[in-house]
């Protein structure tokens, strides 16, 4: 596709690529992805571009710009399985990747095509870190990266990143969704490319974070495979992945898609409740201390629903308080994250207790954002001062506050050996 498109223009939807006439072979392709782990070529160290038979749309790979994204870690964390109530839990960290979060994996796509298409310019909205990784991605290409921000609303972290990586950037009074909006209207007056999840060919590259994952299982399919859920582009891309490994028969069933959000920026989990029939209602308001999936309008509300149903899949939600000590729990094993992901395990706690989830089943947590991102709510925790987005305080149930004390060597060493 060589025009700038992210509706079809026949029913309005959003794009979905398709390649006709691909033609994949599971066993050959296993053997040549694993080979090309050793290899040194930058596109093979890419944990996306190592798959790009799954993701064939550029004709020239001098298209590609990588920073290493990918390349996630497999992480047991059985302190965070008993808490939960499971035998064994393992997390997908997608806070390892270069810009801390999951988005590089489709960033380094989006900007591939934008690239292609000849762009000088392009934008985003975002509660974050979607800003982050195109800021750091357009800027390696040599492009303008331009992101609108809600003012206030998003971790120092991220908004950090999106300075030091050179864009340009709005702070907007309004939120998420407010915003989208109005950078559609905007990109199309200015003719920047658009890099929101709306954006099909990021959406092929968060494909492949299910790709990596089964063959760092050695194509063995999980139960379950638990994400946060926020504008929804992600488990869109999970699902669209698994089905196309399904098709070509690089595994031989789906597993089953849970996808978390919080509490009052639920209005996936409603929809879903209500039988996911009908008008889908936005949430005027969202509010969430988990900023990165504080959005009340899912653009891609009918893909994520597709998504389930297809994997026989369910949609929970979490209090902030869930969220704060599954957090807590998720930095005590030594991993981290930053509050949207801990959502997962919050969930999964969750849908254990309602017996949604077995004991025993084989459950893997996308983490979809580094602890670092979010320090500031870290901090608050373990120091009792985390409020709720209503004022409440939320109960700092693991903290692990620093100590202060005086320069005395004495003094230490009688508060160490109490
Ligand atoms: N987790 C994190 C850390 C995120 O940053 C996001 C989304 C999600 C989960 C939810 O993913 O939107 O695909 O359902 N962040 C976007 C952003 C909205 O602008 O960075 P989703």
Redesign the pocket.
């Known amino acids: 596709m060589t025009e700038v498109l992210y509706n079809c223009p026949r029913c309005g939807g959003l794009l979905e690529a398709d390649y006709p006439g691909r033609v994949l072979l599971p066993e050959n392709l296993k053997a040549v992805w694993r080979k090309r782990r050793c290899d040194n070529a930058p596109v093979e160290q890419s944990g996306v571009w190592r798959y790009r038979e799954m993701i064939p749309f550029l004709d020239d790979e001098s298209h590609i710009v990588t920073l290493r994204e990918g390349n996630t870690p497999l992480l047991a964390a059985p302190g965070c399985a008993s808490w939960a109530g499971l035998d064994a839990l393992v997390f997908k960290h997608q806070g390892f990747n270069p810009t801390g ?3 590089d994996n489709g960033m380094t796509c989006g900007v591939a095509q934008a690239v292609r298409l000849g762009m000088k310019r392009v934008a ?8 982050a990784s195109m800021a750091a991605y357009a800027s390696a290409a040599g492009l303008q990266p331009m992101v609108f921000i809600p003012k206030g609303n998003i971790s120092y972290g991220k908004l950090a990143q999106a300075l030091e990586y050179g864009a340009l950037t709005l702070q907007v009074e309004a939120n ?1 969704d407010q915003i989208l909006k109005l950078v559609r209207v905007l990109s199309e007056k200015l003719g920047i490319y658009l890099l ?2 709306i954006n099909p060919f990021r959406i092929e590259g968060q494909k492949t974070i299910m790709v990596e994952l089964m063959d760092q299982r050695d194509w063995r399919v999980p139960d379950w495979v638990v ?9 869109s891309a999970f699902g669209k992945g698994l089905r196309e490994m399904l098709e070509a028969g690089f595994i031989d069933k789906l597993p089953r898609l849970a996808v978390i959000q919080a509490e009052r920026s639920a209005p996936f989990y409603e929809f879903m409740e209500q039988g996911g029939e009908g008008d889908f209602h936005a949430i005027e308001e969202p509010e969430t201390l988990a900023t ?2 504080r ?1 009340g309008d ?1 653009i ?1 509300w009918p893909k994520a629903r597709h998504e389930i149903r297809t994997t026989n899949g369910v949609v929970e939600s979490v209090t902030e308080q869930e969220i704060a000590d599954a957090k807590a729990k998720v930095g005590a094993a030594g991993i981290g994250c ?1 509050p ?2 801990a959502a997962t395990l919050a969930g999964i706690k969750k849908l254990r207790a309602a017996g949604v989830m077995a004991a025993d089943a084989d459950v893997v947590a996308v983490l ?2 580094n602890v670092l ?1 979010d320090p500031d709510y870290v901090f608050k925790y373990h120091t009792g001062a985390l409020k709720a987005p209503d004022g409440t305080l939320l109960t700092s149930n693991y903290a692990n506050a620093p100590i202060v004390v005086p320069n005395d060597a004495d003094q230490i060493a009688a508060l160490l050996s109490r």
Request: hydrophobic share 30%; glycine share 14%.
């Open positions: 979060s999951f988005k985003c909205v975002s509660t974050g870190n979607t800003s998420f929101n999840s994400l946060p859920g926020g504008n929804l582009g992600n488990v990165a999936i959005i899912p891609s930053e949207a992901s979809t954002g991102k």
